[in-house]
């Protein structure tokens, strides 16, 4: 868990499923998270689809 003033961002994993898929998935979301205003994303918004 990352906290900011006023701001927390989490991260939760699925014990079914491989740990490399999450963790490559997990990367992914902060990277593109990064510089992103404040608000509520999905992973289809870092996958593109919204």
């Known amino acids: 868990?990352?906290?900011?003033?006023?701001?927390?961002?989490s991260i939760s994993s699925d014990p079914s499923?491989?740990?490399?898929?999450f963790a490559a998935g997990a990367l992914q979301a902060l990277k593109w998270a990064k510089g992103k205003p404040a608000g509520i994303y999905t992973m289809r918004h870092v996958l593109g689809f919204d």
């Not at 868990?1 to 961002?9: D, K, L, N, P, Y």
């Open 17 to 21: 499923q491989p740990s490399a898929a």
């Open 1 to 9: 868990m990352i906290r900011c003033i006023g701001e927390t961002v």
